[in-house]
C-alpha cells in the first residue's frame, strides 16, 4: 500500500515523515543552523530526538492502556475471546494497547515476537507484557511487584502477586509502542540537552508575533483621560470658556498681584484691645518727683 509522506529539509538533510505516522517534536531548527553541526552529527542528534520523543509517547500509551485492562477486573476468562464480555490473556491484552492506539498480534508467542522493545525482569514498567510457561501464557504489569492477567478457564480477570513462583515461571517480557532499545553516547545525550537549552532561551526572548497578537489600540476612556499636567498659559491669555461678560472688564493676571492677599486671620482692628499689665518701678533712694511708690499700668 502506497502512503503519501511529506519531506522537510533541515540544514541541507532531508526528512521524510509519512502521513498518519507519530509526529515527533522537531528541534529548533534556527539553533541547529547557529551549531554549524555536520551531517553526520546533525543526523546523530535528530535520531535520538526521535527516540526520546517515542520513549516519552509510549509511557503516555502505557498509562492509558493500563487504564483499560484494569476496568476489566472481575470479567470472566474466556478462551478465544478479546472483549467486551470476556477475554482470555492475549485477547485481554491485545484489547487494552489497542484501546492506547498500538497495535500488538493476537496470540502471545506473535506478541512476544513482533514487539521490538524486549525487558529484562529487572527493568519491569506498567504496561510492560510479562510472558509465562514458555510464553503459553501473558499479563500486564502494574508495578510494585504485581500483574494482571486473565489466569484460566473457570476464573476471571485480576490482579496476582509477581512471587517467587512466578519468577520461576518468567520466559521474556516487551514493551509495546517503544523503539528498540539503542545505546546513546553521553555526547549526543549532551548535545541535544544545549539545544534544547538554547531553543528554551530563545523562545523566552522571541518577541510576540504581530499577526497573531496584533496591537490594540487605546480605549477612548484612556484617550479623553485628563492629564496630570495642566496646560501652560502665557501671561494675559484668556482661556476658552472665561471670557468677560459683556461691557465689563476682565480680570488680568497682573491685576491679582496688586490685590491684598487673603487671609483667613483676623485683622488688628477685629481684636480685642489688650489688658494692661502692672510695671513695678523700683522705689528710689530719694523720692523724686515723677516717682511714684505704687505700680503704674502702662499700654504694652
Known sequence: MLRTAVTATVTGLALTVPLGSTAFA???????????LDAATLEKVQAYD???TRETLQRKRAKKALRFARKQIGKPYRWGADGPG?????GLMMAAWRRAGVKIPRVTFAQYRKVDRKV?????????????????????????GRFLHAPNSGARVRIDRFGAARRSQFAGAVRPGAPAYREWSPSVRELVDKIDRMSAEKRADQPPDSERTPQIPPSRS??????DNPPIIAPGH??????APPGGHSARP??????????????????PEPRPR?????????????LEPWAKYVAP
Open 26 to 36: 522537531a528541534l529548533n531548527p534556527t539553533v541547529l543552523r547557529s551549531l554549524h
Open 50 to 52: 526521535r527516540y526520546r
Open 86 to 90: 470476556g477475554y482470555d490473556c492475549s
Open 120 to 144: 529484562e525482569m529487572g527493568s519491569l514498567k506498567p504496561g510492560d507484557l510479562i510472558f509465562f510457561h514458555g510464553r503459553s501464557h501473558v499479563g500486564m504489569y502494574v508495578g510494585h
Open 222 to 227: 484612556t484617550t479623553n483621560k485628563k492629564s
Open 238 to 243: 484668556i482661556p476658552a470658556g472665561k471670557a
Open 254 to 271: 497682573d491685576d491679582s498681584a496688586a490685590q491684598a492677599p487673603r487671609s483667613d486671620r483676623p485683622s488688628d482692628e477685629s481684636k
Open 278 to 290: 502692672a510695671v513695678a518701678h523700683p522705689r528710689s533712694f530719694w523720692n523724686g518727683p515723677g
